[in-house]
């Protein structure tokens, strides 16, 4: 869409005013927005900073106290999401919603079904589907199924799901957060066609350079108020992280080694099986058992994985998130059954149960702080006994310690930076970094033997990714050994002493990461390069 052209049109959506409060907390206070017709218009702060709240009162998931919303110019009011749609609004969340056992067609229409004499009509939609594809540059194949596709094709499911439901004003809610370069080059161009078609994208990310990269005008929020619109053209990414955090852009870069020869976790052939767990008979060997399961056709979701990682040393794992880095983690963590060995400082713990190696040492930052690490009902200080309740300070003979664990909690608060009122304040009220601070505050308590960090920095500020890379690299220095799995590969490369990359559940490449790049980095996790040891 032409300047000359974006002049005559009205803006897309026009914020003025909106007021959002909570008990005790001010969510958003006169934030004032003006989204232009036909451009991406990215929104950045800190967590805890209004975006989120800001995206659902548009979205009609919250309503403001005080203010006015304008779509197209004209004043609207939503109650619910549904209000939205009707306007021509979609929102792609974070966290896909997607059911994996229905094939794209079916997670497209789903709730916007076209029928024809009551029963669904397939036709139809394939047609539809196809159309909008074409058009945008969206290309699916509607009959896979959406567990079979990667994290870039989901993506543009959950595109196609909005526009299908008529959106002409799309949210993007971190849409990069779990893209390799590749598959961010990709995004981008797709929003490109997107804009060129008269759509509007509003573009929520923490990721700087790649908000410059895409953004025609950037918003910047700051403790729940807009503190400056600026062009992308006129200011830098350490600028931008300046406005919204007061503080220079962070770099992960770890200089100094503290590798050490002694090896805290070994893991030897270690295969994790598709379809069910097959017991090994007794006395077999794992490599042979494998190799036995190859040549049946089992489909194996780990295959054969073996490495070491020693007291001060980071091993980074890089990867398209589905091809093996969860099975992998729960393998160790003893979540999931699996053929082979893991060694805990020595000491062989392959049938351990979880809690067992949790005891033993083993610090878990999971890849979904939602699901896999906190009660969100629960207060902080319940959260910071989750999995440490058989120990101290949460344990006192058979009893919680409530005392010492609230304590604690005020630690943790303290040290880490959690903003929050109380240790009784339930973990939903916070924001996704100080939940993040909280659980690697967890995590790291009761001096951990090792540590696995998935993704720990995934969708959480520059102020609260640096405090999080901070304490890491003083572990490190401390002698903690980490398995850190991350899709930021400038993290990948900037903390990791040695990195490891896995494709289709085998690790294809040990490489040197003073001596790789990201977009090289990003070839060997699609496969584009050949495995090879560069190590």
């Not at 880095?325 to 963590?333: D, K, V």
């Not at 990948?492 to 990461?513: C, E, F, N």
């Given at each position: 869409?032409?300047?000359?052209?974006?002049?005559?049109?009205?803006?897309?959506?026009?914020?003025?005013?909106?007021?959002?409060?909570?008990?005790?907390?001010?969510?958003?206070?006169?934030?004032?927005?003006?989204?232009?017709?036909?451009?991406?218009?990215?929104?950045?702060?800190?967590?805890?900073?209004?975006?989120?709240?800001?995206?659902?009162?548009?979205?009609?998931?919250?309503?403001?106290?005080?203010?006015?919303?304008?779509?197209?110019?004209?004043?609207?009011?939503?109650?619910?999401?549904?209000?939205?749609?009707?306007?021509?609004?979609?929102?792609?969340?974070?966290?896909?919603?997607?059911?994996?056992?229905?094939?794209?067609?079916?997670?497209?229409?789903?709730?916007?079904?076209?029928?024809?004499l009551?029963?669904?009509?397939?036709?139809?939609?394939?047609?539809?589907?196809?159309?909008?594809?074409?058009?945008?540059?969206?290309?699916?194949?509607?009959?896979?199924?959406?567990?079979?596709?990667?994290?870039?094709?989901?993506?543009?499911?959950?595109?196609?799901?909005?526009?299908?439901?008529?959106?002409?004003?799309?949210?993007?809610?971190?849409?990069?957060?779990?893209?390799v370069?590749?598959?961010?080059?990709?995004?981008?161009?797709?929003?490109?066609e997107?804009?060129?078609?008269?759509?509007?994208?509003?573009?929520?990310?923490?990721?700087?350079?790649?908000?410059?990269?895409?953004?025609?005008?950037?918003?910047?929020?700051?403790?729940?108020?807009?503190?400056?619109?600026?062009?992308?053209?006129?200011?830098?990414?350490?600028?931008?992280?300046?406005?919204?955090?007061?503080?220079?852009?962070?770099?992960?870069?770890?200089?100094?080694?503290?590798?050490?020869?002694?090896?805290?976790?070994k893991?030897?052939?270690l295969?994790?099986?598709?379809?069910?767990?097959?017991?090994a008979?007794?006395?077999?060997?794992?490599?042979?058992?494998?190799?036995?399961?190859?040549?049946?056709?089992?489909?194996?979701?780990?295959?054969?994985v073996?490495?070491?990682?020693?007291?001060?040393?980071?091993?980074?794992?890089?990867?398209?998130?589905?091809n093996?880095?969860?099975?992998l983690?729960?393998?160790?963590m003893?979540?999931?059954?699996?053929?082979?060995?893991?060694?805990?400082?020595?000491?062989?713990?392959?049938?351990?149960?979880?809690?067992k190696?949790?005891?033993?040492?083993?610090?878990?930052?999971?890849?979904?702080?939602?699901?896999?690490?906190?009660?969100?009902?629960?207060?902080?200080?319940?959260?910071?006994?989750?999995?440490?309740?058989?120990?101290?300070?949460?344990?006192?003979?058979?009893?919680?310690?409530?005392?010492?664990?609230?304590?604690?909690?005020?630690?943790?608060?303290?040290?880490?930076?959690?903003?929050?009122p109380?240790?009784?304040?339930?973990?939903?009220?916070?924001?996704?970094?100080?939940?993040?601070?909280?659980?690697?505050?967890?995590?790291?308590?009761?001096?951990?033997?090792?540590?696995?960090?998935?993704?720990?920095?995934?969708?959480?500020?520059?102020?609260?990714?640096?405090?999080?890379?901070?304490?890491?690299?003083?572990?490190?220095?401390?002698?903690?050994?980490?398995?850190?799995?991350?899709?930021?590969?400038?993290?990948?490369?900037?903390?990791?002493?040695?990195l490891?990359?896995?494709?289709?559940?085998?690790?294809?490449?040990?490489?040197?990461?003073?001596?790789?790049?990201?977009?090289?980095?990003?070839?060997?996790?699609?496969?584009?390069?050949?495995?090879?040891?560069?190590?």
């Amino acid at each position: 869409m032409s300047a000359d052209t974006l002049a005559t049109v009205k803006p897309a959506v026009e914020l003025e005013g909106i007021t959002k409060r909570f008990p005790g907390v001010v969510a958003n206070h006169d934030i004032r927005i003006t989204v232009q017709t036909g451009t991406v218009h990215a929104i950045v702060g800190e967590n805890g900073a209004g975006k989120s709240t800001l995206m659902k009162i548009l979205y009609g998931m919250q309503q403001p106290d005080e203010g006015t919303i304008r779509v197209n110019g004209t004043e609207v009011s939503f109650r619910t999401p549904s209000d939205a749609i009707r306007v021509g609004i979609g929102m792609v969340h974070q966290h896909f919603m997607l059911a994996d056992n229905f094939t794209v067609l079916e997670n497209i229409v789903l709730g916007a079904e076209p029928t024809k004499l009551g029963s669904l009509d397939v036709t139809a939609a394939r047609r539809r589907i196809t159309e909008l594809a074409e058009t945008h540059g969206l290309r699916v194949d509607p009959d896979r199924l959406v567990e079979d596709l990667g994290v870039g094709d989901r993506q543009r499911v959950e595109i196609l799901k909005v526009l299908y439901r008529g959106a002409r004003i799309l949210i993007l809610d971190e849409p990069t957060a779990v893209l390799v370069p590749q598959e961010v080059e990709e995004l981008f161009q797709n929003l490109r066609e997107l804009k060129a078609e008269g759509l509007t994208v509003i573009f929520i990310s923490h990721k700087l350079d790649e908000v410059l990269d895409i953004a025609n005008a950037i918003t910047v929020i700051r403790r729940g108020t807009t503190v400056a619109s600026v062009d992308p053209g006129e200011v830098t990414a350490r600028q931008l992280a300046e406005l919204m955090v007061g503080s220079e852009l962070p770099t992960p870069e770890t200089r100094e080694s503290t590798v050490t020869d002694v090896v805290a976790l070994k893991v030897s052939d270690l295969t994790v099986e598709a379809d069910g767990h097959t017991p090994a008979p007794k006395g077999t060997q794992t490599a042979s058992f494998v190799a036995k399961l190859r040549e049946e056709g089992r489909r194996l979701l780990l295959d054969d994985v073996s490495f070491e990682i020693h007291k001060g040393e980071i091993l980074g794992i890089a990867g398209v998130e589905g091809n093996g880095q969860s099975e992998l983690i729960e393998a160790i963590m003893g979540i999931r059954p699996a053929h082979g060995r893991v060694e805990l400082a020595g000491r062989d713990i392959t049938t351990w149960s979880t809690l067992k190696r949790r005891e033993a040492g083993i610090g878990y930052i999971p890849e979904d702080r939602h699901r896999q690490g906190l009660l969100l009902e629960a207060s902080l200080w319940e959260n910071r006994v989750l999995g440490h309740q058989t120990r101290k300070p949460a344990r006192k003979g058979i009893w919680i310690n409530r005392r010492a664990s609230k304590a604690d909690t005020g630690r943790i608060v303290k040290d880490y930076d959690v903003r929050t009122p109380s240790v009784e304040t339930l973990a939903l009220a916070l924001s996704g970094g100080n939940q993040q601070k909280l659980i690697v505050g967890r995590e790291m308590s009761g001096e951990p033997a090792f540590l696995i960090a998935a993704h720990p920095t995934r969708g959480v500020d520059v102020g609260a990714q640096a405090a999080i890379w901070d304490h890491l690299r003083a572990a490190r220095a401390a002698g903690l050994a980490v398995l850190l799995i991350s899709a930021d590969l400038d993290e990948l490369i900037g903390l990791s002493d040695s990195l490891q990359v896995i494709y289709r559940g085998r690790l294809v490449a040990a490489l040197d990461p003073s001596d790789i790049t990201p977009e090289r980095l990003g070839g060997y996790m699609t496969g584009a390069i050949a495995g090879t040891e560069e190590s």
